[in-house]
């Protein structure tokens, strides 16, 4: 079997790769921690009656609505469904406000409505300058919610504006989005671990059946 002449197009897909490999990389070193964190924090949250309020831009509201569709459906194994909406599927809402008010204020608007103290807010963006973003993390914080946001590298508006964030230290936008798809998957994986119930526990339970 021959190996694959070189071209612009194969040197331009070995790049993307290595791209995508280091960010990860470095993400596995500064990031998951963050993520596991905030897996357990949702698995307190969510049971408990709170929601998770997600919004995004193109491909990050692609992204944040994959994450709301775990929450409500499942990630691996079957578990009951917890609320999560996306704010940038709900179209009636996101087209009235944005030709009422301004593009700026569709998420805002909806945070400052559906929000209660203790929800969680997920905004995701690849540059964190998004500004109708940016004035949804100050509307939750005002409202008592608290606010995460994935973004790509710091410094950038987003990630200041919200209460704690996860970063992903790449050049390309397309590296961001898809290293932010990891964390949404790996979020779902810590949130789902969070709610098993111990081993000692389900031991336990067994004995007593």
Not at 184 to 200: G, N, Q, R, T
């Given at each position: 079997?021959?190996?694959?002449?070189?071209?612009?197009?194969?040197?331009?897909?070995?790049?993307?790769?290595?791209?995508?490999q280091q960010a990860l990389g470095r993400f596995r070193r500064?990031?998951?921690?963050?993520?596991?964190?905030?897996?357990?924090?949702?698995?307190?949250?969510?049971?408990?009656?709170?929601?998770?309020?997600?919004?995004?831009?193109?491909?990050?509201?692609?992204?944040?609505?994959?994450?709301?569709?775990?929450?409500?459906?499942?990630?691996?194994?079957?578990?009951?469904?917890?609320?999560?909406?996306?704010?940038?599927?709900?179209?009636?809402?996101?087209?009235?406000?944005?030709?009422?008010?301004?593009?700026?204020?569709?998420?805002?608007?909806?945070?400052?409505?559906?929000?209660?103290?203790?929800?969680?807010?997920?905004?995701?963006?690849?540059?964190?300058?998004?500004?109708?973003?940016?004035?949804?993390?100050?509307?939750?914080?005002?409202?008592?919610?608290?606010?995460?946001?994935?973004?790509?590298?710091?410094?950038?508006?987003?990630?200041?504006?919200?209460?704690?964030?996860?970063?992903?230290?790449?050049?390309?936008?397309?590296t961001v989005q898809e290293a932010h798809l990891v964390a949404?998957?790996?979020?779902?994986?810590?949130?789902?671990?969070?709610?098993?119930?111990?081993?000692?526990t389900v031991a336990a339970h067994r004995r007593a059946s």
């Open positions: 079997m021959t190996e694959p002449t070189a071209s612009p197009a194969l040197d331009a897909a070995h790049l993307h790769c290595r791209s995508l500064d990031g998951l921690g963050r993520v596991a964190e905030w897996g357990g924090r949702l698995a307190t949250a969510l049971p408990a009656g709170g929601r998770l309020l997600a919004a995004g831009n193109g491909g990050s509201a692609a992204q944040a609505q994959h994450l709301t569709a775990e929450l409500v459906g499942r990630y691996r194994q079957d578990r009951p469904g917890y609320s999560a909406i996306a704010l940038h599927a709900e179209t009636s809402s996101v087209t009235a406000i944005g030709n009422d008010y301004g593009f700026e204020h569709v998420f805002a608007r909806q945070v400052s409505a559906h929000g209660r103290p203790g929800d969680v807010l997920m905004l995701l963006s690849t540059s964190g300058r998004s500004a109708n973003l940016i004035r949804a993390a100050v509307a939750g914080r005002s409202a008592g919610l608290r606010v995460w946001a994935m973004t790509g590298p710091r410094p950038n508006p987003l990630a200041e504006a919200a209460d704690e964030a996860l970063c992903i230290d790449a050049d390309s936008t397309a949404v998957h790996l979020l779902c994986e810590c949130f789902d671990a969070a709610l098993a119930p111990a081993p000692s």
